[in-house]
């Protein structure tokens, strides 16, 4: 017994002409959305966020590796958390804490060997210039500087999201609005984080 039910009609290729028609249809109709979307307050608006979110990221990882802001602390207990292991003769340390007035405290990573700083002796920590996040630290004992170890998962997190914001903007993803509201809530919880941690 054979079933004959309903068989699906072939389809009927478009000739150019229609193939052209459509293909300019569909580009009107993008166009039209694209320019209806750039006339919303919200595109203007979440596209300048972007842009200072990236400028904030840069600038603290331009802190970070160049100037910052720094202010003056008093060191009140330092100690060495860590060593490295199988670096020859010498011990060098890997991470040191030091407290400041009102029991604040920094651990940073050291990588050479130095000397403790005293009880009672000046310290400086480095802070960005526009959140005032502290991202680096200056002993009294070394002329070098210590990134603080809290702040490199922050920086990873930034150059991150920088490069898929610029990636974003690079493909004009920015023109659609999923694409748009996604990257900015994404820069939203990292500079939530940034304030925050």
């Known amino acids: 017994m054979t079933f004959e039910g309903n068989k699906k009609q072939s389809r009927v ?15 009107n109709k993008q166009t039209k959305q694209i320019e209806k979307l750039k006339k919303t307050r919200r595109y203007k608006v979440l596209n300048i966020f972007n842009i200072i979110s990236i400028i904030i990221y840069c600038e603290i990882v331009f802190c970070m590796y160049g100037p910052a802001n720094y202010t003056k602390d ?15 003769p010498e011990r060098v340390i890997r991470f040191m804490s030091v407290w400041g007035k009102n029991d ?8 050479e060997n ?31 500087e210590y990134r603080l170890w809290r702040v490199i998962p ?6 991150s999201v ?18 748009l509201i996604a990257v900015s809530l ?11 941690v």
């Open 104 to 111: 604040a405290h920094y651990q940073f990573y050291v990588g």
């Open 13 to 27: 290729p478009l000739t150019p002409e229609q193939l052209k028609d459509v293909i300019t249809f569909k580009r």
């Open 114 to 144: 130095i000397q403790l700083p005293k009880p009672n002796s000046d310290f400086y920590v480095g802070k960005d210039f526009l959140l005032q996040k502290e991202v680096k630290v200056m002993v009294s004992t070394s002329v070098s």
């Open 74 to 88: 008093v060191c009140t207990k330092a100690n060495i958390d860590e060593y490295m292991r199988d670096v020859g």
């Open 186 to 196: 994404m820069n939203a919880i990292n500079l939530l984080y940034f304030i925050v």
């Open 154 to 159: 922050l920086i990873f997190l930034g150059i």
């Open 162 to 179: 920088t490069l898929i914001t610029f990636l974003v903007f690079a493909h004009n993803m920015n023109l659609v609005n999923y694409s």
